[in-house]
């Protein structure tokens, strides 16, 4: 009786494993891309190899990718980029961890759109600052797409901009983020 | 009969086991030119000399290179300022790994071409690399007037440099370069003076800080078999600054050489540092994005 219990208890647990397992989106199609305007210059790049997970049981978000895949127009303003500003060598990827608020409210198993709010941690420049960032999560039937905008100030991560390119360099740029996650 | 248990766990959850988390995923998206080593050295060249860098592709490097006269020249001559050389160029990435320059000097009223490859590059990671590798291929032709007895050929002005960059980017403030070169010139002046010179070009960056770096350059040049040349000649030897704005890369330094290509410097550098003659230098280049 109490090995049956006890395979009882192994193949409800394994059960309940299989289940998280399945509620667990994964993508690496996710889209960055940041903009900022200053007097001089417009500064935009694009990063479309970011990595997330969200998970839809207990509504934890990640999302990770190396500031080397952000595509510049100009070669050298890249390469300012990473050398000058973002130090890529030293802090070779940006990341966001996460979880939806009120996540017991929304139901994402339904076809719709859902504006949720995310609250976590944003490490850029190896600086981790405590964020919630607005969402927008958009249900279909095979794609869950989430999307934000939002805007970082350069100064909260520590990048400096010397007095020298002050007018080339916004101190504010918007970061948009597009993560589409295909449903299993 | 734990054991078993053990294993039921394992054969249900072997899917927890598969489940990949961002590690994962982000070793999937790393490219190999993610582990590529970049600006080895802030410009297309150490102080006169080529570094191991090329413009990248549609990127033109607009660069104006000034040398002013011998510092020993003193007062009269405003230690040199009073008399300016310059030299003229646009380098241009046609491909990642091809760039292609003309050039045009006042030092013998030069024209200038040249032709760069890069080779292999400095990479870490699984197929790490400790080294980048460029090829130099330059050649220029004089166009003064030359009182020259007899008919004269455009191939008599002719001469051609060639060089192997090997380049390591220790770490984020310091790089080195060793660059093995052959010169070649149509003609000389006297029959004394070599054809082929040989030499070994060493040269290093040194970051003081995000925008600056100390930048030092010196050829060591292989003497000819006989030394009886019409020219007396020194190792070129150059320190000066790197300085980045943005676009710009500004460089101020010191050098002993007048001529700015590869085929002046190396083999026809007349100052000597030990007695002043040396020369200030200054030089600008601006990146312009084409395609």
Redesign the interface.
């Known amino acids: 009786m109490k ?1 049956m219990k ?2 009882l208890i ?2 409800v ?3 309940f ?2 289940e998280m ?1 399945a509620q ?1 989106l ?1 993508s ?1 199609e996710g889209k960055v891309r940041f903009f900022s305007s200053a007097p001089l210059e417009d500064i935009e790049a694009t990063n479309d ?1 970011v ?3 969200i998970d839809l049981s207990s509504g934890k978000v ?1 999302v ?1 990718m ?1 500031i ?2 952000f595509e510049f ?4 303003m890249q ?2 980029f ?3 500003y973002m130090e890529s ?2 802090f070779p ?1 940006s ?1 966001f961890t996460g979880t939806i608020d009120n996540f017991s409210s929304y139901d994402f198993t339904k076809e719709g759109t859902y504006e949720v709010t995310i609250t976590g941690k944003l490490t850029i420049h190896g600086v981790e600052t405590e964020n919630t960032l607005p969402v927008s999560i958009q249900v279909n039937k095979k794609v869950l797409t989430a999307k934000s905008v939002f805007i970082v100030k350069t100064a909260d991560y520590k990048i ?1 901009i ?1 007095a ?2 002050r007018d ?1 360099i916004a101190k504010e740029v918007e970061v948009t983020v597009e993560v589409p996650f295909t449903m299993k | 009969m734990r054991k078993y248990y053990v294993l039921l766990i394992v054969l249900f959850n072997h899917n927890i086991s598969q489940g990949q988390d961002i590690d994962d995923l982000m070793n999937e998206i790393a490219g190999k030119d993610l582990y590529e080593t970049t600006a080895t050295f802030k410009s297309t060249h150490v102080v006169t000399g080529h570094s191991v860098e090329l413009m990248k592709k549609g990127q033109l490097d607009f660069r104006i290179a000034h040398r002013f006269g011998q510092l020993n020249s003193g007062y009269y001559n405003l230690w040199g300022l009073d008399e300016a050389h310059i030299h003229f160029g646009f380098d241009l990435g046609v491909m990642d790994w091809l760039m292609v320059g003309i050039g045009r000097g006042t030092y013998e009223k030069t024209y200038d071409g040249l032709l760069k490859f890069k080779l292999t590059k400095q990479r870490e990671g699984e197929n790490s690399f400790p080294i980048s590798i460029s090829i130099l291929n330059t050649m220029s032709a004089n166009t003064l007037h030359l009182y020259k007895p007899g008919k004269e050929y455009l191939t008599d002005r002719l001469s051609y440099a060639h060089q192997v960059l090997v380049a390591r980017k220790f770490n984020d403030r310091f790089s080195f370069q060793l660059a093995p070169s052959y010169v070649h010139k149509n003609i000389v002046p006297t029959e004394l003076d070599p054809n082929d010179t040989f030499s070994v070009g060493l040269g290093g960056r040194f970051k003081l800080s995000k925008r600056v770096s100390v930048n030092m350059e010196y050829y060591y040049v292989v003497p000819p078999v006989n030394d009886f040349r019409s020219l007396e000649t020194y190792n070129p030897l150059s320190i000066g600054f790197d300085i980045e704005t943005g676009g710009h890369v500004f460089q101020v330094f010191l050098s002993n050489s007048v001529a700015m290509i590869e085929k002046g410097f190396i083999t026809e550098t007349t100052g000597n540092w030990l007695d002043g003659g040396v020369h200030i230098g200054f030089n600008v280049s601006r990146v312009f994005s084409l395609y």
Request: charged share 25%.
């Open positions: 090995q006890q395979v192994v193949l647990v394994s059960l494993c299989i397992q667990r994964l690496k190899a990595a997330a997970i990640q990770s190396f080397k895949n127009k100009k070669a050298l390469e300012h990473n050398e000058n060598e030293k990827k990341t400096e010397p020298l390119v080339n």
